[in-house]
């Protein structure tokens, strides 16, 4: 990586210099394109990646808020657990259409769309759950919504690393 840096601060140097520049030999000239390539991709992947962090993370936030009061205080409270299923499922489709914003490489693209897909099952599915009319069918519901849980996960865990990201954090 630091021969790559010097590389391009030397083409950099050079090209701003005003002086004349030395001709280069084929195989220097070369790898320094291909440095200045890769410098490129990398900057691009970061950008992805840190778009990807700020919609997963304010997502994260509000999911974390409603699941936890659904979990919680909302409980035994049928009404109110409908309205956090309601937020969730918002919060899930936000994410959602936020992630389609991205304009991800075409390997990843897939996977965007992936979990886009997936993700918006899950949504569909929670909105369901919203109108549970007793709370047993609703806890039955939640269950069902824990193993929809799996495919996003999955298409999360790939769509990081192919940013270079780590896995997420599980709960």
């Not at 390539?37 to 992805?48: D, H, I, M």
């Not at 808020?65 to 205080?73: G, N, T, Y």
């Not at 994410?95 to 991205?102: A, H």
């Not at 992936?114 to 759950?129: I, K, Q």
């Amino acid at each position: 990586m630091a021969a790559t840096m010097a590389a391009v601060a030397g083409v950099l140097a050079a090209g701003c210099s005003g002086a004349p520049a030395k001709p280069a030999s084929p195989g220097q000239a070369t790898a320094s394109h291909a440095a200045a390539a890769g410098l490129a991709v990398g900057a691009q992947r970061k950008a992805l990646a840190a778009r990807y962090l700020a919609i997963a993370q304010a997502g994260n936030k509000r999911l974390e808020v409603a699941f936890d009061r659904l979990h919680k205080e909302d409980r035994n409270r049928l009404a109110a657990a409908h309205g956090d299923l309601r937020e969730i499922a918002a919060t899930e489709r936000l994410f959602d259409r936020r992630l389609l914003g991205i304009p991800f490489p075409p390997a990843s693209e897939r996977f965007a769309r992936f979990l886009y897909l997936v993700n918006e099952a899950r949504a569909n599915m929670t909105v369901a759950a919203a109108s549970s009319p007793s709370l047993p069918r609703l806890h039955a519901d939640e269950r069902r919504l824990t193993e929809a849980n799996k495919p996003v996960e999955q298409a999360v865990t790939i769509l990081r690393s192919q940013l270079g990201l780590p896995p997420p954090a599980t709960s």
